[in-house]
C-alpha cells in the first residue's frame, strides 16, 4: 500500500511538470461520444485500487421527478478571482449551473436562469419521469474565443441558449431561443461552432427532432431536421463524425423511408447552408419487432477510427450493437450493416430494466486493439458466449467487445462481460482502466399487479445507491468498488474522468469526487 | 446523401404497424369472426402460411375436451415487458398465458377447486367435467386503437400517460376500493368460470386472482362460452351436465352483492358454439335448441333477446310452430349481430336449414315469427343423429372497400340439392362453408349466394382477414349420438376422428388459396380458430396449440 502511494506520487509529480492536462468538455468526453479519456495519467490499473472520496458536495439544485445533477464538465485553466484553477461545471435540472474548484469541492460560482414559468402543457405532468421541465440537456464547453474566454453552452428550462463565461458564470451575450420551454432536449454536442441537441417525449408539445444552431450565425437561425417518427432520447444526445455529420438514434416508431420517416433507426444530418440536411440513415432489419415490443433504437452511438475507416457502434434495448461505416450506413439498402453482435441481454424482451440504455464507449490499446463497451440492464441472455466473466449476471453489467476486420469484413468479438452491476451505466475508460457504475436507479415501469405505471415517486422510492467500479480494460477484472460509499442513486447521469479524478452525481443532487489519497 | 434503390424500397417499405387482439371465441362480443385490422397477409402471400410453431401445454383432457379456443391479447404492457399473449385454458382446470411471438410460457395458472360438491367423476362425451369454456377478455378484433395508441408514442410510456396514484396499485383482492368501471377493462383482466362453478377475474400478467373468485354457475356445469359487455360477464351451459338445467348465466361484477342472474331453459341447449351474441345496446342474443314434443316450451328453435344483466325477454324469433324433437337434433349456431345505418341486424340459422336476417328492433315483427329475410333452405336436416346442420356461429364483414357485406355460413353434412348456393364439385359431403352476399336495403334485404368451398370435415366457425376466410376443418366426427340415439363413447367419438387441417379462401370468389393438408390431430368440434396480427391458431386434441403464419414475416422467432 504504502509503495502504490508512493509511486502515485511520482507519477502525479511527472504529470504536473509534463503539463498535460486532460478535460472533459461534453457529454461523453469528446464529439464523438467516445466516452475514452485519452490524457489519463493518474490513475492507472496499480493504482486505482486506492480510490477514495476526495470531497463530496451537496448542492441546492432541486430534483424533478427523478432527475437531479448532470456529469460534470471538466475545464482546466480557468482564471478565477482566485487564481487559475480548474473547475468542474455542474449542471442541474432546477436550471441551476455550478463551477467547483475541484482540489478544494468549493464553490465557486453559481448560475441560476430566471424566466417567467412556461406553460405546462402536453406532455408535462407531475410523477410523469418522462418530462422533468427545466434544463434538461448537459451544457457543453467550447474552445477559447478570440478573447481567450471559455463558452459554456447552456440549454436553460424556457428553451433559450445560454453564454456563459466559464470564469465567473456571466452571460457573455444575449441568449437565444433553442427550443420549446420544457421540452426534454438531450446534451449538447458542438461542432464547429455549431451546437447540436436532439428532443424527444414530445414534452410540452415540443417535435421530437435533431436541432442545431450556428453560435456565430448573425441571424441565430434554428436548423431542425424531423425523422417523422420516434424520439430521439440517445442520453448523450448526437455524436458527430470527422465530416460534421450528427448521428442520433430515432427511438420507437415507423420505418418508411419512401415517406421520409426514419423511426427505430440511426439517422445522420449535418449543417449545410442554414439548414440540417438527412446525409445517411441505418436501420435495424427487425425495426418491426423493435417497435411492437418498445425495443428502441436509443442509445447515443460511440464514433472512432479503425484502420482509416471511420465506424460508428449503435445498440438499443434489444440488447444487440450494430457497427456502419459513416461513410454508408447500413449499405446500399441502409440496413445492412458491417457486424453485429448476438442478443446480450433482455431474452425476456422487456422494454424497461433490461437491455442497452444510454450510451456506449470505445478506446483504442497500446497493442492497436479497438474495443467496444456497452453496459446493459438485467440478466445476460443465457445464449450469450463470452470467454471472461465474473459470476452471475442478473442486474447489469458492462461487455467490452474486440473489433476484428478480415478481407473487409468485421466482427465484434466478446471479450469479457463485467461483475454484475445494478444497472450498469455507460462507462468510461481512463488509462486501460474502465470505470463503470450501477446507478442503484429502480428502473421499473411496469409492476405485476398495475401494468404500466411510470410513476416517479414509486420509482424514487424504490431506488437505493450506485457503486462505482474500475475494471481492467483488457480483462474486465474487478480493482476497485466504492461499496456503499455513495448514499443515493443516479439517473440520466454519468461519470467524468480527468487528471486522477472521477466525478458522479446523484440524485439527492451531491457531487462526488474519487481520487487518490495521495494527492 | 445515398438514396434508396427503387428496388429496395419495396422491402423496405413494412406494413403498417397494428396489434390486434382476439379478445373471445368470434373476435368480439358480437360474433362476428372478422380480424378487421389485418394488412400483412394478404391473398398474395398467404400461400406461404406455414405452421410456426406448435406449444405443448401440460393438460389432461378430460372426455373431448382438451384445451379451449385460445384468445389474443395484441398488445399487453406488463412488468416482464409488451407482450402479445395467446391465451387458453385447459381441461385441467389451468390457464395459460403464451408469448405469442416467441412460443414461450409466460404463465400457467393452476384454479383450485372450491366447490363443496365433489368433482365429476366419470367424463362422458357430452359431459367433461373440467375447465369447458375459453378464457375471454374485454376488446374486439375489430378494434386496433390499443396498440395503435401507444405505438405513436416514444418512447415507453408516453401516451399511456402516467396517472395519479391509483388505487390498486395493492392487489385488488386486497383492496378497500370499489371496482370502478373501467378498473377490470384498463387492467386486461381475463375471465374464467373453472370445473367448481367460480368465476375467475384474472391479472393478464400473472394469471392470478384479481379479486376473490366467487361462485357463478354450478360445479361440474358443461360452460361452453363466455360472453362480456359493461363489466357484465355472462356464461351458458349446456348438456344438463351434473344434472343441472342449462341455462345463461348473468353477473354483474361492479355489483356490491355480486347477484348471479340466469335464463333457464325448460328443456334443450343453446344453439352453437359461443353461447351469447351481445348487440352494441347490450342486448344479449341467444338461440334456444329444442324441446320435447310432447312439452310446452315457449323457446324452441327460437332466437331470443334479452335485456343486459337481468336476462328478461325482451323480444323473440320463432323459427317454426314445429317443435324440433331430440331425436331430430341439429347442433344449430349461436346468432350473429352486426351494424348497419345505426342499429343491429341478428343473423341466425333454422333448424330448417334457412338463414334469417332479424331486425334487433323487432326481431320477428309482431307475430315473432316474420324476419326481414329468410333464405331459402341450404343445410339439410340432421337425421340418425348425423349432426347435419349450420354449426358453430356465422360469420361476418364489411368490405370497407365496396361497402359490401358478406357471410360465411359453416355446414355440417350435405348442403341442400334445392339450395340456390353455387356448389363446386367437391362440396359438402362432409362440410363445408358456404358464402353469402348481402344486398338490398336495410328493410328489404336479400342474401345472395356467393360460393361453397370444398368438402371439409366439419368446419368450425370462419374467420374473415383481409378479404380472406380462414377456416378450420375440424377433423372432428359431426355425429352427435349414434344412429339409435346413443350417445357415443369417447374412444367411439375419437376412432372417427381426422386430422385437423386449414384453409384459406378468398373471401369473394371462394378460390382455395391455401390448405394446410392435415396437420394436427383432429381439433374438437366446439373449437376454433384465433386470428390476430397475421397468424392464425387453434388447439387439438394432443393438448397443443398450432400457430400458423409467414415465416419471412416472422423472424423474431429466429432470431431470440
Not at chain 1, 16 to 44: F, I, K, Y
Not at chain 2, 9 to 22: F, I, T
Not at chain 2, 520 to 539: D, E, H, I, W
Request: net charge neutral; glycine share 10%.
Amino acid at each position: 500500500m504504502k509503495g502504490t502511494v508512493i509511486a502515485s506520487s511520482l507519477l502525479i509529480a511527472f504529470f504536473c511538470m509534463s503539463g498535460r492536462t486532460a478535460e472533459w468538455l461534453t457529454n461523453g468526453g469528446d464529439p464523438q461520444r467516445t466516452n475514452w479519456q485519452r490524457d489519463e495519467h493518474v490513475l492507472t490499473k496499480e493504482n486505482v485500487k486506492g480510490l477514495k472520496i476526495l470531497w463530496k458536495l451537496k448542492l441546492d439544485n432541486q430534483p424533478r421527478e427523478m432527475h437531479s445533477l448532470f456529469p460534470p464538465l471538466i475545464v482546466t485553466g480557468v482564471r478565477t478571482s482566485g487564481g487559475v484553477r480548474e473547475l468542474a461545471i455542474e449542471a442541474g435540472i432546477s436550471d441551476n449551473i455550478y463551477a467547483i474548484d475541484v482540489k478544494t469541492g468549493r464553490l465557486i460560482w453559481k448560475r441560476h436562469f430566471e424566466y417567467p414559468t412556461p406553460r405546462e402543457g402536453t406532455g408535462f405532468d407531475l410523477g410523469d419521469p418522462l418530462c422533468p421541465g427545466g434544463q434538461t440537456a448537459s451544457p457543453v464547453i467550447g474552445p477559447p474565443d478570440t478573447q481567450g474566454r471559455r463558452i459554456v453552452y447552456a440549454l436553460s428550462g424556457d428553451g433559450r441558449l445560454h453564454f456563459l463565461n466559464v470564469e465567473d458564470g456571466e452571460e457573455i451575450r444575449p441568449s437565444v431561443k433553442f427550443g420549446f420551454a420544457n421540452s426534454k432536449s438531450y446534451a449538447l454536442n458542438l461542432w464547429n461552432g455549431v451546437i447540436f441537441t436532439t428532443t424527444s417525449q414530445s414534452c410540452n408539445g415540443s417535435p421530437n427532432q435533431v436541432w442545431a444552431i450556428d453560435v456565430n450565425d448573425p441571424a441565430q437561425k434554428v436548423m431542425v431536421f424531423n425523422p417523422r417518427s420516434g424520439g430521439l432520447w440517445g442520453r448523450e444526445g448526437a455524436s458527430i463524425d470527422s465530416t460534421g455529420t450528427a448521428w442520433a438514434p430515432t427511438g420507437d416508431g415507423k420505418y418508411d423511408p419512401e415517406n421520409y420517416t426514419f423511426g427505430n433507426g440511426l439517422i445522420g444530418v449535418k449543417a449545410e447552408g442554414n439548414q440540417l440536411q438527412l446525409e445517411d440513415w441505418f436501420e435495424p432489419r427487425n425495426w418491426f419487432w423493435m417497435e411492437k415490443r418498445d425495443l428502441d433504437m436509443q442509445v447515443t452511438p460511440a464514433i472512432f477510427n479503425f484502420q482509416g475507416q471511420e465506424l460508428l457502434a449503435i445498440g438499443s434495448k434489444a440488447c444487440r450493437i450494430y457497427l456502419v461505416d459513416t461513410k454508408a450506413a447500413g449499405g446500399e439498402d441502409h440496413q445492412t450493416p458491417l457486424a453485429e453482435t448476438p442478443l446480450m441481454c433482455n431474452e425476456e424482451v422487456n422494454f424497461a430494466s433490461a437491455g442497452i440504455w444510454g450510451s456506449l464507449a470505445t478506446w483504442e490499446d497500446p497493442s492497436g486493439t479497438r474495443w467496444i463497451l456497452t453496459p446493459f440492464w438485467g440478466p445476460v441472455h443465457s445464449k450469450f458466449t463470452v470467454p471472461v466473466s465474473y459470476g452471475a449476471v442478473t442486474n447489469g453489467a458492462i461487455v467490452a467487445l474486440k473489433l476484428e476486420s478480415s478481407g473487409g469484413s468485421f466482427k465484434l468479438v466478446p471479450s469479457w462481460i463485467s461483475r454484475d452491476m445494478n444497472r450498469a451505466e455507460p462507462p468510461v475508460i481512463a488509462n486501460g482502466v474502465v470505470f463503470a457504475y450501477g446507478s442503484g436507479e429502480n428502473t421499473e415501469q411496469a409492476y405485476r399487479e398495475r401494468g404500466l405505471y411510470d410513476y416517479s415517486p414509486e420509482r424514487i422510492k424504490n431506488s437505493t445507491h450506485a457503486v462505482l467500479y474500475a475494471l481492467d480494460g483488457e480483462t474486465g477484472k474487478e480493482l476497485y468498488s466504492s461499496g456503499d460509499q455513495i448514499t443515493s442513486w443516479v439517473h440520466f447521469g454519468g461519470l467524468s474522468i480527468a487528471n486522477g479524478r472521477v466525478y458522479i452525481a446523484t440524485y439527492d443532487s451531491t457531487l462526488y469526487c474519487f481520487g487518490l489519497q495521495a494527492e | 446523401m445515398r438514396y434508396l434503390a427503387p428496388s429496395l424500397l419495396m422491402a423496405a417499405v413494412a406494413a403498417a404497424l397494428w396489434a390486434a387482439d382476439w379478445p373471445m371465441p368470434g373476435g368480439n362480443p358480437q360474433r362476428n369472426g372478422w380480424a378487421g385490422s389485418e394488412r400483412r397477409v394478404n391473398k398474395a402471400n398467404v400461400g406461404g402460411l406455414r405452421l410456426l410453431y406448435k406449444y405443448q401445454a401440460d393438460n389432461r383432457s378430460q372426455g373431448l375436451d382438451g384445451l379451449s379456443t385460445p384468445i389474443i391479447n395484441g398488445n399487453l404492457i406488463t412488468y416482464r415487458g409488451f407482450k402479445e399473449m395467446l391465451i387458453f385454458s385447459g381441461s385441467s382446470d389451468k390457464v395459460f398465458s403464451v408469448d405469442a411471438d416467441l412460443n414461450k410460457l409466460l404463465w400457467e395458472t393452476q384454479l383450485p377447486y372450491a366447490a363443496t360438491k365433489s368433482r365429476a367423476k366419470s367424463p362422458t362425451e357430452a359431459c367433461p367435467g373440467g375447465l369447458t369454456a375459453p378464457v375471454v377478455t374485454d376488446g374486439s378484433s375489430s378494434a386496433s386503437l390499443q396498440f395503435a395508441a401507444i405505438a405513436a408514442r416514444t418512447p415507453a410510456g408516453k401516451t399511456v400517460r402516467a396517472s395519479r396514484p391509483s388505487p390498486y396499485f395493492p392487489p385488488l383482492s386486497h383492496s378497500l376500493y370499489p371496482l370502478l368501471p373501467t378498473t377490470l377493462t384498463q387492467l386486461n383482466a381475463l375471465y374464467t368460470v373453472s370445473s367448481d362453478g367460480y368465476l375467475h377475474v384474472l391479472n393478464s400478467s400473472t394469471g392470478e386472482d384479481l379479486i376473490p373468485s366467487f361462485r357463478f354457475v354450478p360445479p361440474n356445469a358443461k360452460v361452453t362460452s363466455l360472453n362480456l359487455h359493461g363489466n357484465v360477464v355472462y356464461a351458458t351451459t349446456a348438456d344438463n351436465c351434473d344434472g343441472y338445467r342449462n341455462a345463461l348465466f348473468a353477473i354483474d361484477l361492479l355489483s356490491s352483492q355480486k347477484e348471479v342472474t340466469s335464463f333457464v331453459l325448460p328443456e334443450g341447449d343453446f344453439a352453437g358454439t359461443a353461447g351469447t351474441a351481445i348487440g352494441n345496446d347490450g342486448t344479449v342474443y341467444v338461440q334456444c335448441a329444442f324441446a320435447p314434443e310432447n312439452r310446452t316450451a315457449r323457446y324452441y328453435d327460437t332466437v331470443v333477446a334479452l335485456t343486459p344483466k337481468t336476462l328478461k325477454v325482451k323480444d323473440y324469433f320463432r323459427v317454426s310452430d314445429k317443435a324440433v324433437k331430440a331425436k331430430d337434433e341439429m347442433p344449430g349456431v349461436t346468432p350473429v349481430v352486426f351494424s348497419h345505418s345505426g342499429r343491429d341486424f341478428v343473423i341466425a340459422g333454422g333448424r330448417d336449414g334457412r338463414i334469417y336476417l332479424l331486425d334487433s328492433r323487432s326481431l320477428g315483427g309482431a307475430d315473432h315469427r316474420t324476419p326481414l329475410f329468410a333464405s331459402a333452405p341450404v343445410a339439410e336436416s340432421s337425421k340418425k343423429h348425423d349432426g347435419s346442420g349450420f354449426h358453430g356461429v356465422f360469420s361476418t364483414w364489411m368490405d370497407v372497400d365496396t361497402g359490401v357485406r358478406r357471410i360465411y355460413v359453416p355446414v355440417l353434412g350435405r348442403l341442400r340439392s334445392s339450395t340456390e348456393v353455387k356448389t363446386s364439385e367437391d362440396s359438402a359431403e362432409n362440410g363445408a362453408m358456404a358464402g353469402f352476399e348481402l344486398r338490398g336495403t336495410s328493410e328489404k334485404p336479400v342474401l345472395t349466394p356467393l360460393w361453397v368451398s370444398r368438402r371439409m370435415l366439419s368446419p368450425a366457425p370462419a374467420v374473415i382477414a383481409a378479404g380472406m376466410v380462414f377456416v378450420l376443418a375440424t377433423g372432428d366426427s359431426p355425429r352427435m349420438g349414434q344412429k339409435e340415439g346413443k350417445s357415443s363413447s369417447v374412444p367411439e367419438h375419437t376412432q372417427v376422428a381426422q386430422p385437423a387441417s386449414l384453409h384459406v379462401f378468398d373471401a369473394v370468389t371462394g378460390k382455395e388459396l391455401y390448405s394446410s393438408g392435415g396437420i394436427a390431430p383432429g381439433s374438437s368440434l366446439s373449437g376454433g380458430l384465433a386470428f390476430a396480427n397475421s397468424r392464425a391458431y387453434f388447439t387439438a386434441r394432443d393438448n397443443a396449440v398450432y400457430c400458423f403464419g409467414i415465416p419471412g414475416q416472422q423472424t423474431q422467432l429466429s432470431e431470440q
